[in-house]
């Protein structure tokens, strides 16, 4: 009974069962008075000889004495599983966990709730079980065979819920130009409101997928993805601009798709295709409806941990100005490598054409990125370093006699905090910095922000 194995990992369970009767003892062998220690392991010793229903009794027994008995309480559980009563069995591990705050004893009394739910198929609460038992105890051992458990139950289940959460300041809520003033032939314009503003980003984000039954041939899966951002401005920034608010600059995306993987037996590989369909707000105005197309595939191989590779189509229509409604497609591809001291290297490429009646839109863009996962926590935290480098040219002449041409570089720094657990969650804080050099001043742009958020670690 793997359960049970959990179950006398609990210091004081496992000295009780050490102190337990001989193995060969039976239901019809046990003496007619025990003492509450001693039908605690002699409880404990018919479990592990099948003999369910007398544990059970026996459990019984005990309960009817002190019905916080812990013991009893964990026994009977088991004895009701593997008697098919998974209703009776999750009572009594559910007052298990609240009669006891001996750490090790809660862990297992949620480690068992989880498995008598996985049973039953109830994924989602079983999840949730074992992330309490993750948070009962800080032994890494524990820890760490929960979160494999969780792992398990994760891929079985056919759905998958995740959120994020940030509250994010930046100096450059709007994208404003360093310089507000444009040349074009001997005119300069100047544009009092297209300055930065800086303020603080409330984003929100979830994330939930249903996957069908797999089949030999591969898996189809349908998804939903909403995004929030919500923006507070600085009182600097309201005086740079009087007229502008938060609210303006409000957005709003939900995106559905449906999703095929198609497996490869002979090979570690997969293909995919995707397709989906969003729509987008900003000031509680609608501004975009897109479709897009994806076809990808990815491999692993003896040098490379992972490796993808994919094209792309994407068509938005625009509602708040259709001249900048566009087609955009796409061929990218990423490998991940692992080093020698277990690190991973990201290291990726794209290659962008954007079709479009504005010339505000149409452009191609190159873009490369390159991120390092370093295997050891520093300052006590896991890290992430990324950064990328996109060069855009313009399609058409509007700002002056040559055409806009841009590079923009962004830097990305991420730490989580998994010291500071609850539930498998823990706090973020992600740096970033952008900055983008056009030969078009009105475009010129700069941007630093820190965002504190929750992530699971699980």
């Known amino acids: 009974m793997p359960v049970l194995t959990y179950i006398r990992n609990g210091a004081a369970i496992l000295a009780l069962v050490l102190a337990a009767v001989p193995v060969q003892l039976s239901a019809q062998d046990s003496p007619q008075r025990l003492s509450p220690s001693e039908a605690r392991s002699f409880a404990l010793g018919l479990l592990q000889q099948g003999e369910t229903q007398a544990a059970r009794a026996l459990a019984l027994g005990l309960l009817r004495k002190d019905s916080r008995d812990y013991i009893a309480l964990m026994v009977l559980a088991e004895a009701e599983r593997s008697?098919?009563?998974?209703?009776?069995?999750?009572?009594?591990?559910?007052?298990?966990?609240?009669?006891?705050?001996?750490?090790?004893?809660?862990?297992?009394?949620?480690?068992?709730?989880?498995?008598i739910l996985k049973a039953e198929e109830k994924y989602s609460q079983a999840q949730l079980w074992l992330r309490r038992a993750g948070t009962a105890t800080d032994e890494p051992r524990y820890e760490a065979a929960a979160r494999k458990e969780y792992r398990r139950v994760q891929a079985a289940n056919p759905w998958?819920?995740?959120?994020?959460?940030?509250?994010?300041?930046?100096?450059?809520?709007?994208?404003?130009?360093?310089?507000?003033?444009?040349t074009i032939g001997d005119l300069v314009f100047v544009d009092p409101t297209a300055v930065p503003l800086s303020g603080v980003e409330v984003g929100t984000m979830l994330n939930i997928t249903h996957r069908l039954k797999p089949a030999e041939w591969g898996r189809v899966s349908f998804g939903l993805r909403y995004d929030e951002r919500r923006y507070m401005l600085s009182s600097?920034?309201?005086?740079?601009?009087?007229?502008?608010s938060g609210s303006d600059y409000a957005f709003t995306a939900l995106d559905v798709h449906m999703r095929i993987d198609f497996a490869s037996k002979k090979e570690r590989a997969r293909t995919t295709a995707e397709i989906g369909l969003s729509q987008?707000?900003?000031?509680?105005?609608?501004?975009?409806?897109?479709?897009?197309?994806?076809l990808s595939r990815g491999f692993a191989s003896e040098r490379l941990t992972f490796a993808s590779y994919g094209i792309s189509l994407q068509d938005q229509t625009r509602h708040d100005s259709a001249l900048r409604s566009n087609t955009t497609y796409t061929v990218d591809g990423f490998a991940l490598h692992q080093l020698s001291n277990d690190s991973m290297l990201r290291y990726g490429a794209a290659l962008s054409k954007v079709d479009s009646a504005s010339s505000d839109m149409a452009h191609t863009a190159a873009t490369l990125s390159l991120a390092y996962l370093p295997a050891a926590p520093l300052l006590g935290a896991q890290a992430s370093f990324s950064g990328a480098l996109q060069l855009r040219e313009y399609d058409r002449l509007r700002y002056g006699s040559?055409?806009?041409?841009?590079?923009?570089?962004?830097?990305?720094?991420?730490?989580?905090?998994?010291?500071?657990?609850?539930?498998?969650?823990?706090?973020?804080?992600?740096?970033?910095?952008?900055?983008?050099?056009?030969?078009?001043?009105?475009?010129?742009?700069?941007?630093?922000?820190l965002s504190l958020g929750i992530k699971s670690t699980f």
């Open 402 to 449: 040559t055409l806009r041409r841009d590079q923009k570089l962004s830097l990305t720094a991420n730490f989580v905090f998994e010291q500071i657990d609850y539930m498998g969650f823990s706090p973020s804080l992600t740096l970033n910095a952008t900055r983008n050099i056009s030969n078009k001043t009105l475009f010129d742009t700069q941007e630093l922000g």
């Open 83 to 115: 008697l098919g009563r998974p209703t009776q069995a999750k009572f009594a591990a559910r007052r298990a966990w609240r009669s006891t705050e001996v750490e090790k004893e809660r862990f297992a009394a949620a480690f068992m709730m989880s498995g």
């Open 280 to 294: 987008a707000w900003q000031a509680g105005e609608r501004i975009a409806t897109g479709q897009r197309l994806r």
């Open 160 to 182: 998958s819920l995740s959120f994020n959460f940030s509250l994010a300041p930046t100096s450059n809520v709007n994208g404003g130009p360093n310089d507000n003033t444009y």
């Open 236 to 244: 600097a920034a309201k005086r740079a601009v009087p007229t502008a």
